[in-house]
Nanobody
Framework: QVQLVQSGGGLVQAGGSLRLSCAAS????????MAWFRQAPGKEREFVAA????????YYVDSVKGRFTISRDNAKNTVYLQMNSLKPEDTAAYHC?????????????????????WGQGTQVTVSS
């Protein structure tokens, strides 16, 4: 069993910054992809960013490239999402996710059903 506990989020003005954290516990994994998804009211859950646990390779949805940065601290089993230059369209509930299934090196996992565990979600609201 894996537990993902999120922190961070809140209300910020457009152009501001926020950082989300997701702490994993319950098992040790050396080669796991971690990701952030978001879901706005009335919309489907959307992939935001992912990071390979072992190599640290990252990939993003085009709409956040250059503004968001995903990173991880292996010693703390924690993944972060630094969000800069926030826009009102970034408003959503953000969820971290962990993929503990074997992952093909170099493969990008962007679909929600490719992940095994989920955090509780945290609201990010960007005012204009």
């Amino acid at each position: 069993q894996v537990q993902l506990v999120q922190s961070g989020g809140g209300l910020v003005q457009a152009g501001g910054s926020l950082r989300l954290s997701c702490a994993a516990s319950g098992r040790t994994f050396s080669s796991t992809t971690m990701a952030w998804f978001r879901q706005a009211p009335g919309k489907e859950r959307e992939f935001v960013a992912a990071i390979s646990w072992s190599r640290g390779s990252t990939y993003y949805v085009d709409s956040v490239k250059g503004r968001f940065t995903i990173s991880r601290d292996n010693a703390k089993n924690t993944v972060y999402l630094q969000m800069n230059s926030l826009k009102p369209e970034d408003t959503a509930a953000y969820h971290c996710a962990a993929r503990i299934r074997w992952s093909l090196p170099g493969r990008h996992y962007r679909e929600a059903d490719e992940y095994d565990y989920w955090g509780q979600g945290t609201q990010v609201t960007v005012s204009s």
